[in-house]
């Protein structure tokens, strides 16, 4: 599972929307203060922690697992 956008924008590749997404969170993590470029954000690993009340809204299937 991924987290970013999910399908790109017509006449745009997968590239072109992977490097926006991280360009966009780039120039949030700037606007707060934190020197940090794009490629270095998508180097980072990072998880989706699941509120109880959106994982009773989705159910529990496959793949919806408490963070370790």
Known sequence: MVVGPDEPSEGRSYEDEDELHWASLQQIAQRQGVAVDAHELSQLPHYV????RLRARVGRGPGLHDAD
């Open 49 to 52: 922690v699941l509120t109880e």
